[in-house]
Protein backbone atom coordinates (compact mmCIF):
# COMPACT_ATOMS: atom_id res chain seq x y z
CA UNK A 1 0.00 0.00 0.00
CA UNK A 2 1.16 3.71 -0.57
CA UNK A 3 1.35 5.48 2.25
CA UNK A 4 -0.79 7.94 4.08
CA UNK A 5 1.01 11.39 3.42
CA UNK A 6 -0.75 14.80 1.75
CA UNK A 7 1.53 14.95 -1.94
CA UNK A 8 2.29 17.97 -3.06
CA UNK A 9 2.68 18.56 -6.74
CA UNK A 10 6.46 17.81 -8.29
CA UNK A 11 6.65 15.67 -5.09
CA UNK A 12 7.93 12.27 -5.93
CA UNK A 13 5.65 9.11 -5.07
CA UNK A 14 7.61 6.35 -2.87
CA UNK A 15 6.67 3.41 -4.19
CA UNK A 16 7.74 -0.10 -3.28
CA UNK A 17 10.27 -2.01 -5.88
CA UNK A 18 8.77 -3.59 -9.07
CA UNK A 19 7.06 -1.93 -12.55
CA UNK A 20 5.83 1.28 -12.35
CA UNK A 21 1.77 0.82 -12.52
CA UNK A 22 -0.73 2.36 -14.38
CA UNK A 23 -0.99 5.96 -13.38
CA UNK A 24 -4.43 7.66 -13.11
CA UNK A 25 -5.39 11.40 -12.96
CA UNK A 26 -3.01 13.26 -10.14
CA UNK A 27 0.09 11.61 -11.30
CA UNK A 28 2.61 11.97 -14.05
CA UNK A 29 6.00 10.16 -14.86
CA UNK A 30 9.20 12.16 -15.86
CA UNK A 31 12.63 10.37 -16.03
CA UNK A 32 12.07 7.40 -14.47
CA UNK A 33 10.24 8.88 -11.16
CA UNK A 34 6.17 9.03 -10.80
CA UNK A 35 5.71 12.43 -9.17
CA UNK A 36 2.14 14.06 -7.86
CA UNK A 37 0.53 16.91 -9.68
CA UNK A 38 -2.28 17.76 -7.16
CA UNK A 39 -2.98 18.02 -3.64
CA UNK A 40 -3.50 14.80 -2.26
CA UNK A 41 -3.33 10.94 -1.04
CA UNK A 42 -2.41 8.65 -3.52
CA UNK A 43 -4.73 5.28 -3.64
CA UNK A 44 -4.79 2.14 -5.43
CA UNK A 45 -8.31 2.43 -7.45
CA UNK A 46 -8.31 -1.12 -8.71
CA UNK A 47 -5.44 -1.80 -10.76
CA UNK A 48 -4.72 1.85 -10.84
CA UNK A 49 -2.85 4.55 -8.58
CA UNK A 50 -4.58 8.07 -8.64
CA UNK A 51 -4.63 10.77 -6.64
CA UNK A 52 -8.55 11.81 -6.40
CA UNK A 53 -10.09 14.87 -7.15
CA UNK A 54 -13.34 16.25 -5.93
CA UNK A 55 -13.23 19.49 -8.16
CA UNK A 56 -15.11 20.16 -11.07
CA UNK A 57 -13.03 19.52 -14.12
CA UNK A 58 -13.73 19.82 -18.37
CA UNK A 59 -15.35 17.40 -19.65
CA UNK A 60 -13.56 14.32 -21.35
CA UNK A 61 -13.89 11.70 -23.75
CA UNK A 62 -16.38 9.05 -22.01
CA UNK A 63 -17.14 11.54 -19.15
CA UNK A 64 -21.08 11.49 -18.23
CA UNK A 65 -22.57 14.81 -18.29
CA UNK A 66 -25.62 16.26 -17.58
CA UNK A 67 -27.28 19.29 -19.92
CA UNK A 68 -29.81 21.53 -20.27
CA UNK A 69 -31.24 21.77 -23.94
CA UNK A 70 -30.79 25.40 -24.81
CA UNK A 71 -31.79 25.28 -28.83
CA UNK A 72 -33.09 23.07 -31.10
CA UNK A 73 -32.08 22.99 -35.14
CA UNK A 74 -33.21 20.35 -37.84
CA UNK A 75 -29.41 19.13 -37.59
CA UNK A 76 -28.43 18.78 -33.75
CA UNK A 77 -29.70 19.77 -30.70
CA UNK A 78 -27.66 22.36 -28.49
CA UNK A 79 -27.09 21.43 -24.49
CA UNK A 80 -25.72 23.81 -21.99
CA UNK A 81 -23.37 21.16 -19.77
CA UNK A 82 -23.50 21.76 -16.14
CA UNK A 83 -22.75 18.35 -14.30
CA UNK A 84 -19.29 16.20 -15.16
CA UNK A 85 -19.13 13.27 -13.63
CA UNK A 86 -21.30 13.22 -11.01
CA UNK A 87 -19.73 17.03 -10.13
CA UNK A 88 -21.17 19.98 -10.79
CA UNK A 89 -19.79 23.01 -12.41
CA UNK A 90 -19.77 26.56 -10.63
CA UNK A 91 -22.69 28.87 -11.77
CA UNK A 92 -21.95 30.54 -14.99
CA UNK A 93 -19.43 28.09 -16.20
CA UNK A 94 -20.95 25.78 -18.04
CA UNK A 95 -19.51 24.29 -21.27
CA UNK A 96 -21.66 23.71 -24.65
CA UNK A 97 -22.24 20.30 -25.92
CA UNK A 98 -24.22 19.35 -29.26
CA UNK A 99 -26.15 15.97 -29.83
CA UNK A 100 -26.20 15.44 -33.47
CA UNK A 101 -29.23 13.82 -34.90
CA UNK A 102 -27.29 10.68 -35.57
CA UNK A 103 -26.17 10.32 -32.33
CA UNK A 104 -29.90 10.76 -30.53
CA UNK A 105 -31.05 7.08 -30.93
CA UNK A 106 -28.99 3.45 -31.84
CA UNK A 107 -31.69 2.22 -34.16
CA UNK A 108 -32.65 4.25 -37.35
CA UNK A 109 -30.58 7.31 -36.88
CA UNK A 110 -31.81 8.59 -40.10
CA UNK A 111 -34.94 8.97 -39.49
CA UNK A 112 -34.80 11.49 -36.40
CA UNK A 113 -36.72 14.45 -35.99
CA UNK A 114 -35.53 16.51 -32.84
CA UNK A 115 -38.48 17.98 -31.84
CA UNK A 116 -39.81 14.50 -31.24
CA UNK A 117 -37.09 13.67 -29.02
CA UNK A 118 -35.56 16.63 -27.06
CA UNK A 119 -37.83 20.36 -26.47
CA UNK A 120 -35.92 23.85 -24.76
CA UNK A 121 -35.33 23.50 -21.29
CA UNK A 122 -35.11 19.32 -21.08
CA UNK A 123 -32.50 17.91 -18.76
CA UNK A 124 -30.62 15.31 -20.84
CA UNK A 125 -28.47 12.62 -19.61
CA UNK A 126 -25.01 12.01 -22.14
CA UNK A 127 -21.54 10.68 -22.96
CA UNK A 128 -18.81 12.47 -24.35
CA UNK A 129 -18.11 10.89 -27.71
CA UNK A 130 -15.21 13.65 -28.88
CA UNK A 131 -14.14 17.38 -27.86
CA UNK A 132 -15.76 18.00 -31.26
CA UNK A 133 -14.95 21.63 -32.27
CA UNK A 134 -14.03 24.85 -31.18
CA UNK A 135 -16.95 25.65 -29.69
CA UNK A 136 -19.33 22.80 -28.34
CA UNK A 137 -18.48 18.98 -27.48
CA UNK A 138 -20.59 16.38 -29.04
CA UNK A 139 -22.68 13.79 -27.13
CA UNK A 140 -24.61 10.93 -27.47
CA UNK A 141 -27.76 9.83 -26.07
CA UNK A 142 -27.75 6.32 -27.95
CA UNK A 143 -28.30 3.98 -25.02
CA UNK A 144 -31.08 2.52 -23.01
CA UNK A 145 -29.87 4.94 -19.44
CA UNK A 146 -29.52 8.23 -21.83
CA UNK A 147 -31.54 10.90 -22.71
CA UNK A 148 -34.48 13.00 -21.20
CA UNK A 149 -34.42 12.93 -17.40
CA UNK A 150 -36.85 15.39 -16.21
CA UNK A 151 -38.72 17.68 -18.74
CA UNK A 152 -41.90 20.09 -18.07
CA UNK A 153 -45.23 19.79 -20.03
CA UNK A 154 -46.96 22.56 -22.17
CA UNK A 155 -49.03 22.32 -19.04
CA UNK A 156 -46.17 23.30 -17.11
CA UNK A 157 -46.03 19.98 -15.02
CA UNK A 158 -43.03 17.89 -14.77
CA UNK A 159 -43.67 14.92 -16.80
CA UNK A 160 -43.32 10.77 -16.13
CA UNK A 161 -41.62 8.85 -18.51
CA UNK A 162 -43.67 5.79 -20.49
CA UNK A 163 -41.66 4.48 -22.59
CA UNK A 164 -38.60 5.24 -24.18
CA UNK A 165 -40.31 7.25 -27.20
CA UNK A 166 -43.05 9.36 -24.57
CA UNK A 167 -43.75 11.05 -21.59
CA UNK A 168 -46.73 11.88 -20.11
CA UNK A 169 -48.18 14.75 -18.33
CA UNK A 170 -49.69 14.12 -14.83
CA UNK A 171 -51.94 17.12 -15.02
CA UNK A 172 -53.67 17.25 -18.45
CA UNK A 173 -52.51 13.25 -19.57
CA UNK A 174 -51.46 14.48 -22.44
CA UNK A 175 -48.38 12.05 -24.00
CA UNK A 176 -45.50 14.36 -25.38
CA UNK A 177 -42.71 12.48 -27.47
CA UNK A 178 -39.35 12.20 -25.88
CA UNK A 179 -35.79 10.53 -25.94
CA UNK A 180 -36.14 9.38 -22.51
CA UNK A 181 -33.93 7.39 -20.38
CA UNK A 182 -34.25 4.04 -18.50
CA UNK A 183 -34.91 5.32 -14.92
CA UNK A 184 -31.59 3.34 -12.69
CA UNK A 185 -34.32 1.37 -10.37
CA UNK A 186 -36.16 -0.57 -13.05
CA UNK B 1 -14.42 80.26 -23.38
CA UNK B 2 -12.90 76.96 -21.79
CA UNK B 3 -15.90 74.74 -21.22
CA UNK B 4 -16.09 73.85 -17.13
CA UNK B 5 -15.33 70.20 -16.82
CA UNK B 6 -17.23 68.36 -14.12
CA UNK B 7 -20.60 68.98 -12.85
CA UNK B 8 -21.65 72.51 -12.77
CA UNK B 9 -23.69 71.95 -9.72
CA UNK B 10 -21.28 71.84 -7.41
CA UNK B 11 -17.95 73.69 -6.80
CA UNK B 12 -15.80 71.67 -8.20
CA UNK B 13 -11.68 71.23 -6.96
CA UNK B 14 -8.97 70.86 -9.41
CA UNK B 15 -9.26 68.01 -11.60
CA UNK B 16 -5.79 66.39 -10.46
CA UNK B 17 -4.49 67.65 -7.44
CA UNK B 18 -0.31 66.29 -6.20
CA UNK B 19 0.78 66.51 -2.60
CA UNK B 20 3.61 68.70 -2.14
CA UNK B 21 7.13 67.27 -3.16
CA UNK B 22 10.05 67.92 -0.59
CA UNK B 23 13.80 67.80 -1.50
CA UNK B 24 14.56 64.79 0.28
CA UNK B 25 17.60 65.58 2.42
CA UNK B 26 20.87 62.95 1.59
CA UNK B 27 20.12 61.58 4.72
CA UNK B 28 17.18 60.49 4.32
CA UNK B 29 18.01 58.37 1.33
CA UNK B 30 20.95 56.33 2.84
CA UNK B 31 18.57 56.17 5.67
CA UNK B 32 15.67 54.42 3.69
CA UNK B 33 18.10 52.42 1.66
CA UNK B 34 19.62 51.21 4.74
CA UNK B 35 18.85 47.45 5.51
CA UNK B 36 17.19 46.06 8.56
CA UNK B 37 17.95 42.96 7.56
CA UNK B 38 21.48 41.06 5.92
CA UNK B 39 21.77 41.27 2.73
CA UNK B 40 21.00 37.52 1.94
CA UNK B 41 18.02 37.46 4.12
CA UNK B 42 14.75 37.59 2.43
CA UNK B 43 11.47 39.76 3.85
CA UNK B 44 9.23 36.87 6.22
CA UNK B 45 6.43 35.39 4.01
CA UNK B 46 2.88 34.89 5.30
CA UNK B 47 1.00 32.95 3.00
CA UNK B 48 -2.34 31.97 3.39
CA UNK B 49 -4.50 29.59 0.48
CA UNK B 50 -8.15 29.59 0.35
CA UNK B 51 -9.43 32.81 1.04
CA UNK B 52 -11.95 33.89 -1.83
CA UNK B 53 -14.22 31.12 -0.92
CA UNK B 54 -15.91 32.20 -4.47
CA UNK B 55 -12.66 31.35 -6.66
CA UNK B 56 -11.93 27.62 -7.69
CA UNK B 57 -8.56 28.53 -5.66
CA UNK B 58 -6.87 31.33 -3.93
CA UNK B 59 -4.04 32.48 -2.26
CA UNK B 60 -2.42 35.81 -0.31
CA UNK B 61 0.73 36.46 0.07
CA UNK B 62 2.36 39.39 2.22
CA UNK B 63 5.85 40.44 3.15
CA UNK B 64 6.32 42.90 5.01
CA UNK B 65 4.54 45.99 3.20
CA UNK B 66 3.75 44.06 0.03
CA UNK B 67 0.58 42.28 0.03
CA UNK B 68 -0.83 40.50 -2.94
CA UNK B 69 -4.14 38.41 -2.78
CA UNK B 70 -4.62 35.97 -6.18
CA UNK B 71 -7.83 34.07 -7.35
CA UNK B 72 -7.85 31.36 -10.26
CA UNK B 73 -10.96 30.98 -11.88
CA UNK B 74 -11.21 27.59 -14.27
CA UNK B 75 -10.81 25.68 -16.48
CA UNK B 76 -13.82 27.08 -18.03
CA UNK B 77 -14.70 27.18 -21.95
CA UNK B 78 -12.49 29.24 -23.98
CA UNK B 79 -14.89 31.55 -25.59
CA UNK B 80 -13.25 32.28 -28.70
CA UNK B 81 -13.46 30.65 -31.99
CA UNK B 82 -9.82 28.85 -32.50
CA UNK B 83 -9.55 25.37 -31.66
CA UNK B 84 -6.52 24.79 -29.03
CA UNK B 85 -5.22 21.19 -28.31
CA UNK B 86 -3.83 22.79 -24.94
CA UNK B 87 -5.53 24.61 -22.24
CA UNK B 88 -4.83 28.31 -21.88
CA UNK B 89 -3.63 30.57 -19.31
CA UNK B 90 -4.87 33.71 -18.63
CA UNK B 91 -3.28 36.30 -16.13
CA UNK B 92 -4.41 39.71 -15.41
CA UNK B 93 -2.97 42.24 -12.87
CA UNK B 94 -4.64 44.88 -11.37
CA UNK B 95 -3.39 47.57 -8.94
CA UNK B 96 -5.82 49.24 -6.38
CA UNK B 97 -5.63 52.80 -6.68
CA UNK B 98 -4.20 52.81 -2.67
CA UNK B 99 -1.70 50.26 -3.73
CA UNK B 100 1.90 52.86 -4.43
CA UNK B 101 3.20 56.17 -3.15
CA UNK B 102 1.38 58.30 -5.71
CA UNK B 103 -1.85 57.16 -6.44
CA UNK B 104 -3.10 55.31 -9.24
CA UNK B 105 -6.38 55.63 -11.42
CA UNK B 106 -8.28 52.36 -11.45
CA UNK B 107 -7.79 51.92 -15.14
CA UNK B 108 -5.74 48.92 -16.56
CA UNK B 109 -2.09 50.45 -18.19
CA UNK B 110 0.78 49.12 -19.74
CA UNK B 111 2.21 48.62 -16.25
CA UNK B 112 -0.04 45.58 -15.05
CA UNK B 113 0.30 44.31 -18.93
CA UNK B 114 3.95 43.38 -18.22
CA UNK B 115 3.41 42.39 -15.12
CA UNK B 116 1.01 39.80 -16.13
CA UNK B 117 3.39 38.92 -18.98
CA UNK B 118 6.45 38.53 -16.40
CA UNK B 119 3.73 36.19 -13.92
CA UNK B 120 2.73 34.65 -16.77
CA UNK B 121 6.13 32.97 -18.21
CA UNK B 122 6.80 32.55 -14.77
CA UNK B 123 4.13 29.61 -13.83
CA UNK B 124 3.23 28.47 -17.03
CA UNK B 125 4.83 25.67 -17.49
CA UNK B 126 4.60 24.52 -14.54
CA UNK B 127 0.84 23.68 -15.82
CA UNK B 128 -0.33 20.77 -17.24
CA UNK B 129 -1.99 22.50 -20.06
CA UNK B 130 -2.07 19.44 -22.33
CA UNK B 131 -5.00 18.09 -19.87
CA UNK B 132 -7.29 20.75 -20.69
CA UNK B 133 -8.34 21.22 -24.05
CA UNK B 134 -10.77 23.94 -25.35
CA UNK B 135 -10.19 25.52 -21.33
CA UNK B 136 -9.17 28.37 -20.34
CA UNK B 137 -7.58 28.92 -16.62
CA UNK B 138 -7.93 32.38 -15.32
CA UNK B 139 -5.29 33.68 -12.65
CA UNK B 140 -6.49 37.18 -11.33
CA UNK B 141 -4.18 39.01 -9.28
CA UNK B 142 -4.70 41.94 -7.30
CA UNK B 143 -2.36 44.35 -5.31
CA UNK B 144 -2.97 45.66 -1.99
CA UNK B 145 -0.22 47.44 -1.66
CA UNK B 146 3.31 47.12 -3.29
CA UNK B 147 6.65 47.90 -2.22
CA UNK B 148 8.82 47.09 -5.53
CA UNK B 149 8.01 45.82 -8.11
CA UNK B 150 10.28 42.82 -8.25
CA UNK B 151 9.02 41.89 -5.43
CA UNK B 152 5.71 42.15 -6.30
CA UNK B 153 6.65 39.95 -9.65
CA UNK B 154 8.21 37.26 -7.06
CA UNK B 155 5.78 37.28 -4.54
CA UNK B 156 2.33 37.14 -7.39
CA UNK B 157 4.52 34.08 -8.96
CA UNK B 158 4.46 32.54 -5.67
CA UNK B 159 0.77 33.32 -4.76
CA UNK B 160 -0.35 32.12 -8.14
CA UNK B 161 1.36 29.13 -7.52
CA UNK B 162 -0.10 28.40 -4.54
CA UNK B 163 -3.86 29.43 -5.85
CA UNK B 164 -3.35 27.19 -8.61
CA UNK B 165 -2.26 23.77 -6.15
CA UNK B 166 -5.53 25.03 -4.15
CA UNK B 167 -7.53 24.71 -6.75
CA UNK B 168 -7.06 21.39 -8.10
CA UNK B 169 -5.52 22.15 -11.04
CA UNK B 170 -2.74 19.59 -12.30
CA UNK B 171 0.85 20.86 -12.21
CA UNK B 172 4.22 19.35 -12.22
CA UNK B 173 5.80 21.41 -9.33
CA UNK B 174 5.08 24.42 -7.36
CA UNK B 175 6.79 27.51 -8.24
CA UNK B 176 9.12 29.80 -6.37
CA UNK B 177 10.82 33.18 -7.29
CA UNK B 178 12.98 35.87 -5.61
CA UNK B 179 13.99 39.13 -6.47
CA UNK B 180 18.27 40.67 -6.29
CA UNK B 181 19.23 44.09 -6.84
CA UNK B 182 22.83 44.97 -7.11
CA UNK B 183 23.52 47.84 -5.08
CA UNK B 184 27.32 49.04 -5.09
CA UNK B 185 29.37 45.60 -4.96
CA UNK B 186 26.69 43.43 -3.20
CA UNK B 187 23.84 41.56 -3.71
CA UNK B 188 20.89 42.54 -1.59
CA UNK B 189 17.64 39.86 -2.19
CA UNK B 190 13.95 40.78 -1.76
CA UNK B 191 15.15 44.70 -2.24
CA UNK B 192 12.19 47.53 -1.21
CA UNK B 193 10.75 50.15 -3.47
CA UNK B 194 13.24 52.28 -2.31
CA UNK B 195 15.91 49.85 -2.32
CA UNK B 196 15.08 48.56 -5.78
CA UNK B 197 15.35 52.64 -7.34
CA UNK B 198 19.09 52.88 -5.63
CA UNK B 199 20.17 50.28 -7.30
CA UNK B 200 21.67 49.51 -10.46
CA UNK B 201 20.12 46.51 -11.88
CA UNK B 202 17.51 44.02 -10.83
CA UNK B 203 17.25 40.58 -11.99
CA UNK B 204 13.63 38.00 -10.71
CA UNK B 205 14.07 34.48 -10.89
CA UNK B 206 11.59 31.87 -10.92
CA UNK B 207 11.99 28.32 -10.53
CA UNK B 208 10.36 24.74 -9.73
CA UNK B 209 12.79 23.78 -6.82
CA UNK B 210 10.77 20.34 -6.97
CA UNK B 211 12.33 19.46 -10.51
CA UNK B 212 14.85 21.77 -10.11
CA UNK B 213 14.56 23.61 -13.19
CA UNK B 214 14.08 27.36 -14.12
CA UNK B 215 10.85 28.66 -15.29
CA UNK B 216 11.72 32.53 -15.93
CA UNK B 217 14.04 34.85 -15.59
CA UNK B 218 14.09 38.76 -15.83
CA UNK B 219 16.93 41.05 -15.90
CA UNK B 220 16.73 44.97 -15.59
CA UNK B 221 19.06 47.57 -15.03
CA UNK B 222 22.93 47.26 -15.56
CA UNK B 223 24.83 44.78 -14.47
CA UNK B 224 28.15 42.34 -15.87
CA UNK B 225 27.08 38.54 -16.82
CA UNK B 226 28.82 37.55 -13.73
CA UNK B 227 26.72 39.43 -11.39
CA UNK B 228 23.47 38.27 -13.31
CA UNK B 229 24.49 34.67 -12.78
CA UNK B 230 26.03 34.98 -8.95
CA UNK B 231 22.42 36.68 -8.58
CA UNK B 232 20.52 34.06 -9.94
CA UNK B 233 22.64 31.56 -7.76
CA UNK B 234 21.21 33.17 -4.63
CA UNK B 235 18.10 33.57 -5.69
CA UNK B 236 17.91 29.96 -6.50
CA UNK B 237 18.97 28.89 -3.41
CA UNK B 238 16.57 31.19 -1.52
CA UNK B 239 13.85 29.70 -3.58
CA UNK B 240 14.31 26.36 -2.14
CA UNK B 241 13.54 28.25 1.53
CA UNK B 242 10.38 29.77 -0.20
CA UNK B 243 9.37 26.60 -1.83
CA UNK B 244 9.05 25.11 1.69
CA UNK B 245 6.59 27.56 3.13
CA UNK B 246 5.15 27.30 0.47
CA UNK B 247 4.56 23.30 1.05
CA UNK B 248 3.78 23.98 4.65
CA UNK B 249 1.11 26.58 4.08
CA UNK B 250 -0.46 23.74 1.63
CA UNK B 251 -0.32 20.98 4.08
CA UNK B 252 -1.32 23.10 6.63
CA UNK B 253 -4.77 24.32 4.72
CA UNK B 254 -5.76 20.79 3.87
CA UNK B 255 -5.28 19.58 7.57
CA UNK B 256 -7.30 22.29 8.42
CA UNK B 257 -9.46 22.06 5.97
Given at each position: ???????????????????????????????????ASLVGVAQYDGPTLTISRIRSHPPATNSVVLGTVTRLSPLQAMVSISVVDGVPLPAGEEFNGVIRTQDVRA??????????????????KGI??????????????????????FATSEAGASMEPVSWQEMRCPKTGRIEKRKCAKPENM | MAQSAG????????????????????????????????????????????????ANGSAYIETDKTKIACAVYGPRQTKTTTYSEKGRLN????????????????????????????????????????????????????????????????????????????????????????????????????????????SSGTVILACMPALDNVTSVWQSGHMTADMA??????????????????AQSLLEHRTAA
Amino acid sequence: MVSDTTLLPGQPVFLPRGPTPNLGGGLYLRDGQVRASLVGVAQYDGPTLTISRIRSHPPATNSVVLGTVTRLSPLQAMVSISVVDGVPLPAGEEFNGVIRTQDVRATEKDKVKIGDCFRGGDVVKGIVISLGDARSYYITTARNDLGVIFATSEAGASMEPVSWQEMRCPKTGRIEKRKCAKPENM
Amino acid sequence: MAQSAGDRRRINGPEESFSPVFDDDEEDIKLKTQRSRAAGDIRPIFLQPGLISQANGSAYIETDKTKIACAVYGPRQTKTTTYSEKGRLNVEVKFTPFSCMRRRAPIRDAEDRSLAVSIHQAIVSSIRLELFPKSTIDVFITIIENDGIEGCIASASVAASTALADAGIEMLGLVSACSAAIVGDDIHLDPSEAEARASSGTVILACMPALDNVTSVWQSGHMTADMALKCMERCHERCIDIHSIVAQSLLEHRTAA
